[in-house]
């Protein structure tokens, strides 16, 4: 089997008075009954038969990790950030976004990732980026990354499994009007073991490249669509050794495209509610893996320091995951995000069993 592995005047005015008591109201208008409506649609009809777990490791891996997001106030959402006025969004469009009004020059954030599987398996995960507005040049945004696990049984089978990854990237994003650009490019290098006591069974070595264009369009003043387009191209030196001295060494492609289009609805200009759809296409070698998934989330704003959140996402196999969290703004421009999530990786159920996951964002503005 393969091994593979594998992220206001006018406005003040516009939003006036908003809080519990207005955002309840809005739940009423038709425009928003919309977004709970088609995400229903997409919970019932994306279902297939459960062909996901028969899929190889070198797919589901990096499948899990399409949607998955190192930013706290995406993943309370369930995901949901294909079209957002805020620089965490998988729309690099949003980058741009979050520097509007021009207060700030500078975006940092530092995010932890702590998942937690039923088998014991868990993963360390930091993130940490940098954002600049470089003013008729637009926004750059460089992040790094780097992603790490303990050592433990599979399920499967009396094996072990380690994961290491280090990676970087480069986003920029651009905004004309109610018209946004982003553009990215990201490198990662990955190591995994698959082992028993006395043999390596696979140990793998990952080089992967991805690339993301980015699109989003204002409509009005609370509405925005986005799409953003991914591509990836991963090259795996994979060591095996059948019985102790025995080894056979091959190198391995692996490719994915992914889609993922959204809607957000703007409740106040820090808060939005949002719906995502994705599609992404995975190759390793031979094999293949394609999947539909929805997500849905919203903020909830409580007080003008504190916005709670809840999301929740289906694929087309019917696995069904949720997540919360909460938003702190201690002073103008510094945010602490947490978030919880649980059965959001269902790719890697065959393996480690039911995922959750724990994390905290910081980010500042200046």
Same mark, same amino acid.
Request: a neutral charge.
């Given at each position: 089997?393969p091994?593979d592995?594998?992220?206001q005047?006018s406005a003040?005015?516009l939003?006036?008075?908003?809080?519990?008591v207005?955002f309840l109201?809005?739940l009423k208008?038709?425009?928003?009954c919309i977004l709970?409506?088609?995400?229903? @649609?997409?919970?019932s009809?994306l279902r297939g038969a459960?062909?996901?777990?028969?899929?190889p490791f070198?797919? !589901?891996?990096p499948?899990a990790? +399409?949607?998955?997001?190192?930013f706290?106030?995406?993943?309370a959402?369930g995901?949901a950030s294909?079209?957002?006025?805020?620089?965490s969004?998988s729309n690099?469009?949003?980058?741009a976004w979050?520097?509007?009004?021009?207060e700030?020059?500078?975006l940092a954030?530092?995010?932890?990732?702590?998942?937690?599987?039923?088998s014991g +398996?868990?993963?360390? @995960?930091?993130?940490?980026? @940098?954002?600049f507005d470089?003013?008729?040049?637009g926004?750059?945004r460089?992040?790094m990354i780097e992603?790490q696990?303990n050592?433990?049984?599979?399920r499967?089978?009396?094996?072990h499994?380690?994961?290491e990854? %280090?990676?970087t990237?480069?986003?920029?994003?651009k905004?004309f009007?109610?018209?946004?650009l982003g553009?990215g490019?990201?490198?990662t290098?990955a190591?995994?073991?698959?082992?028993t006591?006395t043999v390596r @069974?696979a140990?793998?070595?990952?080089?992967n490249?991805?690339?993301?264009l980015?699109?989003q369009?204002?409509?009005?003043? =609370?509405?925005l669509?986005?799409?953003?387009?991914?591509?990836?191209?991963?090259r +795996?030196?994979?060591?095996?050794?059948?019985?102790?001295g025995?080894? =056979?060494?091959s190198l391995?492609?692996?490719?994915?495209?992914?889609?993922?289009t959204?809607l957000?609805?703007?409740i +106040?200009?820090?808060?939005a509610?949002?719906?995502?759809y994705q599609?992404?296409?995975?190759t390793h070698?031979?094999e293949?893996?394609a999947?539909?998934r929805?997500?849905v989330?919203t903020d909830i704003?409580v007080l003008?320091w504190l916005?709670? =959140?809840?999301g929740?996402a289906?694929?087309?196999w019917?696995? %069904?995951?949720?997540?919360?969290g909460l938003a702190?703004?201690? !002073?103008?421009g510094?945010?602490?995000?947490?978030?919880?999530?649980?059965?959001?990786?269902?790719e890697?159920d =065959?393996e480690f069993g039911?995922?959750q996951?724990?994390n905290?964002?910081?980010s500042?503005k200046?």
């Amino acid at each position: 089997m393969p091994i593979d592995s594998d992220f206001q005047v006018s406005a003040t005015k516009l939003f006036k008075n908003s809080g519990p008591v207005v955002f309840l109201k809005s739940l009423k208008k038709t425009k928003f009954c919309i977004l709970l409506i088609v995400w229903a @649609l997409c919970s019932s009809l994306l279902r297939g038969a459960d062909e996901l777990m028969n899929a190889p490791f070198a797919l !589901r891996f990096p499948a899990a990790f +399409t949607h998955f997001s190192p930013f706290a106030d995406v993943a309370a959402k369930g995901g949901a950030s294909a079209a957002s006025p805020f620089g965490s969004s998988s729309n690099l469009a949003g980058i741009a976004w979050s520097f509007q009004p021009q207060e700030f020059d500078y975006l940092a954030s530092a995010n932890y990732d702590f998942l937690t599987f039923d088998s014991g +398996t868990e993963l360390h @995960l930091s993130t940490q980026t @940098l954002a600049f507005d470089v003013a008729e040049l637009g926004v750059f945004r460089w992040a790094m990354i780097e992603f790490q696990s303990n050592r433990s049984l599979i399920r499967t089978a009396p094996v072990h499994y380690e994961f290491e990854l %280090l990676g970087t990237r480069l986003d920029w994003s651009k905004r004309f009007g109610d018209f946004g650009l982003g553009a990215g490019l990201g490198f990662t290098r990955a190591e995994t073991l698959f082992s028993t006591a006395t043999v390596r @069974l696979a140990d793998s070595e990952k080089d992967n490249w991805t690339g993301r264009l980015s699109i989003q369009r204002q409509w009005g003043q =609370r509405w925005l669509i986005g799409a953003t387009a991914d591509y990836g191209l991963g090259r +795996t030196e994979v060591l095996r050794e059948s019985v102790p001295g025995v080894f =056979r060494r091959s190198l391995e492609t692996s490719q994915q495209w992914m889609l993922q289009t959204g809607l957000a609805y703007l409740i +106040t200009p820090k808060t939005a509610a949002h719906l995502d759809y994705q599609y992404a296409h995975l190759t390793h070698e031979a094999e293949e893996l394609a999947f539909h998934r929805c997500a849905v989330g919203t903020d909830i704003p409580v007080l003008s320091w504190l916005i709670l =959140r809840t999301g929740g996402a289906v694929d087309q196999w019917g696995n %069904l995951g949720f997540s919360g969290g909460l938003a702190w703004l201690p !002073r103008r421009g510094a945010t602490v995000n947490l978030a919880y999530q649980n059965g959001m990786f269902p790719e890697l159920d =065959r393996e480690f069993g039911n995922a959750q996951m724990f994390n905290l964002s910081v980010s500042l503005k200046w």
